[in-house]
């Protein structure tokens, strides 16, 4: 009663072309490969792609280039490595730390769990790599062609079926559960120490940092902290045939390495700002300078169950550095201040600025949300405004009509579109019902919302509608008060947001690949403690991140957030660091209470409406000075809210998927 | 032996978007229905002590996203379930017809290692609605298909009132102990567990 169909890859005629044409493929890639081949014995290239780039950046200029190998290894291990070029770089901004960080080494197809194509009719095909942990790789662009190549060579050699789902997901290893059988093999008894200790056979091009170099005094007492709370993990029986995890555990490593470098510096730096004293007090059992900052810390603390493995970054000190007090919200006499005789907005970099300390008094959001979602440009004056106003207002009723003019004959006729209306019908009389706006029978508001999402279905029919949406046009339809000016608010913050809800959910995975990474930066226990315990897919936060904390905050609050977030003050992505704030705030608890996956879901779940918002605001602004441009380098290109990178088709389509 | 944690099974519920998810697990769980339910974002779970002949269990019920984009999540939160529950709403065909795909989608992604086996159990919910009259799925339709499918345990319910929903729970609680495999179980009566599997046959097919 359903398509089932789709299990096999060879219903794609481009798909059966360039398995035709692999040997040629191959042919030419021989012919460009240079004489340096190391692979070791027994081991033979099956696939090879020069120029195969990923952007570490949100800026396309910035990229590291280099070469693409499928290497067999032995009957039936397929191993892949991405190596970047040697001094090649784009940009002198891009470290050979850089290099680093992404060279993919040695992953095996065991481990993987997935590979999602994308093949823009405009600009680069590229394909992201997912990892049974649910972890993915930055996407791997193929500048000079050649994905279908890839995926052509990946079957030849392991088990490859498209996903039932996605006609762009192709599926690796599906006859059994990878997920179960890959995070067993992760959770070595020794995960910890392998990922701290020198890895004896990997040629990692970290040469300049010999991996001890930075045991000092703070790096010191945290490592055997951590090895202690290791020893006293449960331990799952290790098969030493899965020992090639190891190797997937190596590429982890020198993200560790590359996070222990920056935090050890951190360290050092705060003592010569002056930490030394605050550390003297710790030490001698004084309390901290803040003292409402230790009752929070107080409140949240682990029953002393587990020793906890201590925070690496002395978070605490940090945010009474660098996390600002809050501001008085943004009121009418000041934001006079902000605008020309015109009704320009002067220096938006200034009003931004002071929205992220302060937000913005509510009976002004409604003119300033439109400037902070980039629905009005900062440049333009009233008359402009209101000029557009009009215009987007007969744009809407257009849209909007092409639905309303659909009679019940033709859609008996269209299913897609009778689904749809039936989905957005049910999810708006269940959006914030509560709010006195939204309240009632027979709620106008309610039919608002309605009527908006459908018409935004109309205008962007590749996304649709997604479940989550209507969470994020209720504040906005309840700040702009208006039909159309709220639609167009709508569609500005989903041009950042749309990935969040694309069928491929290829936003949802970067944001939580950024997510990890900022993890692994800012807290390695943490990160190693969720390495150890199957949560390194961060599923626990998807719920954050899919509708910005709509659902953890109160309504008010909410508000107060999202106005914050849209300045992109310090970053594009100060949501990630507020996830990372909170995540921080709890890890006592955590790691003490000993959370599984189960546990710490529900327990994330159960934040919801007792999170100290503009305390978490103060720290996740620390955690992001803190972070810095390692910070940034966590975060592939086209993250949301970063714009999409790619101009042409937008939104993954799929024609034989229902909604 | 005390200290042994009590017995875990975990029941994943799935089905369309708006056929009762919450509801029912709610009903089931703190004996409450409210209107003012959200759609489920990811996925979040309850849990309930159950005893059963004379042994006491925890159920853990996992409610997820309805909208078939969020499937990919499945594979986090479907891992070691005992026992499926594939909800749809008697007056809404769709959602009955996409019951095939549900239980498909469960199979592949919860990867269970005895797929013909493992036990299902099927909601058709909303019976209060309109007296009945605006039902679009029949008993006997929705029963052949479980039938089809290995006879599947059928029950009709209404999470708003309450009906049917603990028995239909206590099928799947019986449903799930029996799938859990004999070597997990440390109390020493293991012969129990046979006793209530042969009962099953007996005690919820319907």
Known sequence: MQEAELHDLSDDADYAASQLQGSVYMTRSDSTKTSSTTEPEGAEVVYLKDNVT????????????????????????????????????????????????????????????????????????????????????????????????????????????????????????????????????????????????????????????????????????????????????????????????????????????????????????????????????????????????????????????????????????????????????????????????????????????????????????????????????????????????????????????????????????????????????????????????????????????????????????????????????????????????????????????????????????????????????LDSPLHNYFKQNDCLNYFFCFRWLLIQFKREFEYGRVMRLWEVLWTHYLSEHLHLYVCVAILKRYRNRIMGEQMDFDTLLKFINGLSGGIDLDAILRDAEALCICAGENGAACIPPGTPPSLPIENGLLYAQQDDEVL | MASRRRMLLKVIILGDSGVGKTSLMNQYVNKKFSNQYKATIGADFLTKEVQFEDRLFTLQIWDTAGQERFQSLGVAFYRGADCCVLVYDVNVMKSFENLNHWREEFLIQASPSDPENFPFVVLGNKVDIDGGNSRVVSEKKAKAWCASKGNIPYFETSAKEGFNVEAAFQCIAKNALKNEPEEEIYLPDTIDVAGGQQQRSSGCEC
């Not at chain 1, 990229?63 to 397929?78: D, N, V």
């Not at chain 1, 940092?209 to 055997?224: I, K």
């Not at chain 1, 900052?293 to 002395?314: G, N, R, T």
């Not at chain 1, 660098?322 to 919200?329: E, I, T």
């Open chain 1, 54 to 521: 990923i952007h570490p950046t949100q800026f396309a200029s910035e990229r590291i280039s280099g070469r693409l190998k499928l290497i067999k290894q032995g009957s039936s291990l397929l191993i892949m490595n991405w190596i970047p070029y040697k001094g090649q770089n784009s940009n002198a901004r891009l470290s050979e730390k850089d290099r680093n960080l992404y060279t993919i080494r040695g992953v095996s197809f065991t481990d993987v769990r997935s590979i999602r194509r994308h093949t823009p009719t405009l600009g680069w095909q590229y394909i992201i790599v997912v990892m049974s942990s649910g972890l993915a790789f930055p996407p791997l662009y193929f500048y000079s062609g050649g994905v279908k190549e890839f995926l052509a060579t990946v079957k030849q050699h392991v088990f490859l079926v498209r996903s039932a789902e996605d006609a762009n997901v192709f599926l690796v290893n599906d006859f059994e559960n990878p997920l179960q059988r890959t995070l067993s093999s992760l959770e070595l008894p020794r995960a910890v120490s392998v990922a701290n200790v020198p890895l004896p056979s990997t040629s990692t091009p970290l040469g300049e940092l010999p991996p001890n170099e930075n045991q000092d005094a703070g790096d010191g007492s945290r490592s055997s902290s951590s090895s202690l709370y290791n020893g006293r993990t449960r331990q799952k029986v290790h098969d030493p045939a899965r020992d090639i995890s190891i190797q997937v555990l190596e590429k982890f490593s020198l993200v560790t390495r590359f996070a222990r470098e920056t935090t050890s510096q951190l360290f050092r730096e705060s003592l010569n700002n002056g930490f030394a004293v605050a550390n003297e007090r710790r030490a001698h059992g004084l309390s901290p300078v803040n003292s409402s900052h230790k009752l929070v810390h107080e409140a949240e603390k682990a029953p002393e169950e587990v020793p906890v493995a201590p925070d690496p970054i002395e978070f605490d000190k940090l945010t009474l550095v660098w996390g600002q007090p809050r501001q008085a919200p943004l009121g009418l006499e000041e934001w006079a201040t902000y605008l020309d005789s015109e009704g320009r907005v002067m220096d938006s970099k200034a009003l931004r600025k002071r929205i992220f300390y302060g937000g913005v008094d509510h009976h002004l959001r409604k003119p300033v949300w439109a400037f902070l979602l980039g629905y009005h440009a900062y440049d333009s004056t009233d008359a402009e405004r209101d000029y557009l106003k009009r215009v987007k207002k007969t744009e809407y009723e257009t849209i909007k009509r092409q639905w309303q003019s659909v009679s019940a004959e033709q859609a008996k006729r269209f299913t897609k579109f009778r689904e749809r209306k039936g989905l957005i019908e049910k999810d708006v009389v269940r959006t914030d019902r509560s709010i006195s706006f939204y309240e009632g029978d027979d709620n106008v508001n309610v039919h608002l919302l309605r009527d908006i999402l459908l018409t935004y279905s109309f205008y962007n029919f590749d996304l649709g509608y997604c479940q989550g949406m209507s969470d994020l046009l209720s504040p906005i339809l309840f700040v702009m008060e208006d039909e159309s000016e709220s639609f167009w608010c709508f569609v500005a913050l989903m041009e950042r947001l749309g990935p969040n809800f694309n069928r491929d959910q290829n936003g949802m995975h970067s944001q939580l690949f950024a997510l990890s990474k900022l993890v692994e930066l």
